[in-house]
């Protein structure tokens, strides 16, 4: 079983800046990508933003050059600077991890969820 703990959600007004943090505990020998993905009221669940294990990010455009994702290996965290933060940022923001389990085994995609962390951003 794998954990993830996101935290680091709040409200702020339009402009302001958050940090998220999500933390991964349990069955884990190595972690591979790490992603930040969000759910808004009445959307889908959308992939925000992804480091992999050599440090190479990928951004969905409405966040590049606002938003900055890193990782923290020995504390098997991965976090998210948000700034500038628009309205049509507030959603429920989760992460997601690829794991090995064990060595010698395949990489694959933790299927649990974590509670996620609330980002509301006011106008």
């Known amino acids: 079983q794998v954990q993830l703990v996101e935290s680091g959600g709040g409200l702020v007004q339009a402009g302001e800046s958050l940090r998220l943090s999500c933390a991964a505990s349990?069955?884990?020998?190595?972690?591979?990508?790490m992603a930040w993905y969000r759910q808004a009221a009445g959307k889908q669940r959308e992939l925000v933003a992804s480091?992999?294990?050599?440090?190479?990010?990928r951004y969905a455009q409405s966040v590049k050059s606002r938003f900055a994702i890193s990782r923290d290996n020995a504390k098997n965290t991965v976090y998210l600077q948000m700034n500038s933060l628009k309205p049509e940022d507030t959603a429920v923001y989760y992460c997601?991890?690829?794991?090995?389990?064990?060595?010698?085994?395949?990489?694959?995609?933790?299927?649990?969820w974590g509670q996620g962390t609330q980002v509301t951003v006011s106008s």
């Open positions: 480091v992999n294990n050599v440090g190479s990010t």
């Open positions: 997601n991890i690829k794991i090995r389990s064990a060595p010698g085994t395949s990489w694959y995609q933790v299927d649990s």
């Open positions: 349990g069955s884990i020998f190595a972690i591979g990508d």
